[in-house]
């Protein structure tokens, strides 16, 4: 057996049990909810870590029950190989990296622009295909936000795809016309991070 339950823990649990056994209680199936599949618009936005991360486990539930995944990175090149990248070699699901690296670091914001837009339109192409069930524009929220890519054709893509295609969108400051338009919006808030306490980034953690 574990150690003896604090007073603390003791209140917590009994606290809790009240409300789960409230809420089990009271616990009814919300009417109207569709059923099969449809395609959603998801968007993971905030200042917070694990915006890309959530993305990859969605990428890595879809695989498991064989849909046809693909990622597009707007910010990392297309010679990165870290974690994720060898991960999804080895399930053998495809990626594209379109950018230059991070955009604090360019030294041309123009070229940084320009891969961009050419990024957008591989990405386009492929959403209009009906070729894949999920595609994930990683780090899409700055291009839209720097006006580097206009929502407006972004919008006519995402309403002009096969109806069943999940899209999901990643980075920080979401604009408020994708918000707006997205079926599920996620922002995650940072409350602590190693990084701020002097500790650098992890292998297998960061990248």
Do not use: C
């Not at 849909?67 to 594209?96: C, N, S």
């Not at 919008?155 to 707006?180: F, K, M, Q, S, Y």
């Amino acid at each position: 057996m574990g150690a003896p339950m604090d007073e603390t823990t003791k209140q917590r649990r009994e606290a809790a049990m009240r409300e789960l056994t409230e809420q089990r209680d009271n616990y009814r199936k919300k009417e109207g909810i569709s059923k099969g599949r449809r395609g959603l618009v998801i968007v993971n936005t905030g200042k917070g870590k694990g915006k890309t991360t959530a993305a990859l486990g969605l990428m890595m539930r879809a695989h498991g029950r064989g849909l046809k995944v693909k990622m597009f990175q707007f910010l990392k090149h297309d010679t990165a190989k870290f974690g994720e990248h060898r991960t999804l070699d080895a399930l053998e699901v495809p990626y594209q990296g379109l950018g230059d690296g991070w955009t604090w670091r360019s030294r041309d914001l123009e070229n940084s622009a320009e891969m961009a837009a050419h990024g957008w339109e591989l990405a386009r192409e492929a959403i209009l295909s009906g070729e894949y069930d999920l595609i994930v524009l990683d780090e899409f929220t700055y291009p839209l936000k720097y006006g580097w890519v206009a929502w407006a054709g972004v919008e006519e893509t995402l309403r002009a795809r096969d109806p069943n295609l999940h899209v999901v969108i990643t980075g920080r400051g979401a604009i408020p016309e994708l918000v707006e338009f997205a079926d599920t919006v996620s922002e995650i808030s940072p409350v602590k991070h190693a990084y701020n306490q002097g500790i650098g980034g992890q292998q297998g953690i960061e990248y």
